[in-house]
T-cell receptor, first 113, second 113 residues
Framework: GNSVTQMEGPVTLSEEAFLTINCTYTATGYPSLFWYVQYPGEGLQLLLK?????DKGSNKGFEATYRKETTSFHLEKGSVQVSDSAVYFCALSDRTAASKLTFGKGITLSVRP | DTAVSQTPKYLVTQMGNDKSIKCEQNLGHDTMYWYKQDSKKFLKIMFS???????INETVPNRFSPKSPDKAHLNLHINSLELGDSAVYFC????????????FGPGTRLTVL
């Protein structure tokens, strides 16, 4: 079956530090890939997405590139802010009729001023 | 305008009770989902409906019964609530586009005492 593996957390960074959150996946076929963010006490928001190899998703300074050869979709940001503190989820959608999302375990990011 | 809405936002109840959570989307999507987020933030698919028809049922106890009166609504009824049912329940809908992007509701935090 499909699976998503995220690096273990939590992660604590100082403001303006560089962020990388690793994500790898296992899937049959050619999934769509997503990063979702959950701010404290809130629901899930789509952060960025990619649908084919070498696609780069980007939003709010975050980027991730769909790497088919390494089955990865690592999230990066050049300079994090305190407001980026949240839980980040990597997910894939299998493009079947149901197209359910399979999520990684999520990683908590805390950014210190 | 709220795209995917859920009611109630919080639900506190006693073990053994029966409760319902309602979900509505005004996006015109055909496919809707219920996800469960446990205390460790792990997200897992429970059910999916496509145009009022059940298409995913992920080994959820039969105390959980989804109902879709029309394609804009997907409700979740839970009988004989147990302590382990305490979680945040998210409703989502799928745009069926190239990315199969899912749009999430704000979540319902269920606490069983």
């Amino acid at each position: 079956g499909n699976s998503v593996t995220q690096m273990e957390g939590p992660v604590t960074l100082s403001e303006e530090a560089f962020l990388t959150i690793n994500c790898t996946y296992t899937a049959t076929g050619y999934p769509s890939l997503f990063w979702y963010v959950q701010y404290p006490g809130e629901g899930l928001q789509l952060l960025l997405k990619a649908t084919k190899a070498d696609d780069k998703g980007s939003n709010k300074g975050f980027e991730a590139t769909y790497r088919k050869e390494t089955t990865s979709f690592h999230l990066e940001k050049g300079s994090v802010q305190v407001s980026d503190s949240a839980v980040y989820f990597c997910a894939l959608s299998d493009r079947t009729a149901a197209s359910k999302l399979t999520f990684g375990k999520g990683i908590t990011l805390s950014v210190r001023p | 305008d709220t795209a995917v809405s859920q009611t109630p936002k919080y639900l506190v109840t006693q073990m053994g009770n029966d409760k319902s959570i309602k979900c509505e989307q005004n996006l015109g999507h055909d496919t809707m989902y219920w996800y469960k987020q446990d205390s460790k933030k792990f997200l897992k698919i429970m059910f999916s409906y496509n145009n009022k028809e059940l298409i995913i049922n992920e080994t959820v106890p039969n105390r959980f019964s989804p109902k879709s009166p029309d394609k804009a609504h997907l409700n979740l009824h839970i009988n004989s609530l147990e302590l382990g049912d305490s979680a945040v329940y998210f409703c989502a809908s799928n745009d069926g586009g190239a990315y199969n992007e899912q749009f999430f509701g704000p979540g319902t935090r269920l606490t069983v005492l």
